[in-house]
């Protein structure tokens, strides 16, 4: 058996879907005897997960299933194997270096 990070998307819509695109993406952890069988996999648990529900404006939001946008198969399962990674080009490294930095006290401060 191997394991498989798979990148699910899902497109958000709220309303009648007059807004700026939302899009959720989702990794998920697979485990499946070939790629294929993971892809496979990965596809049903995004047709699986699709949902709809009323927000607090009674408006119905829905969750819609994209596709499988990137599968990687994890050769290690041990502490501090990658699992993901994404190069981030930016214009100004010092707004991002500050982002990094304002997430990593968000989570610090909840110890």
């Known amino acids: 058996m191997n394991w498989y990070v798979a990148k699910l998307v899902f497109r958000v819509i709220s309303g009648d879907g007059d807004h700026q695109a939302q899009f959720d993406e989702q990794l998920r952890l697979i485990s499946a005897d070939t790629e294929l069988n993971a892809f496979e996999k990965a596809n049903k648990i995004g047709h699986a997960n699709q949902d709809s529900f009323k927000n607090i404006e009674k408006q119905t939001v829905k969750w819609q299933f994209i596709d499988v946008a990137e ?41």
Request: charged share 20%; no cysteine; net charge negative.
């Open 71 to 111: 599968l990687n198969q994890i050769n290690e399962l041990a502490d501090g194997t990658e699992l993901y990674y994404n190069i981030h080009e930016t214009a100004d490294a010092d707004l991002y270096i500050a982002w990094a930095h304002h997430k990593s006290a968000l989570l610090n401060s909840i110890r």
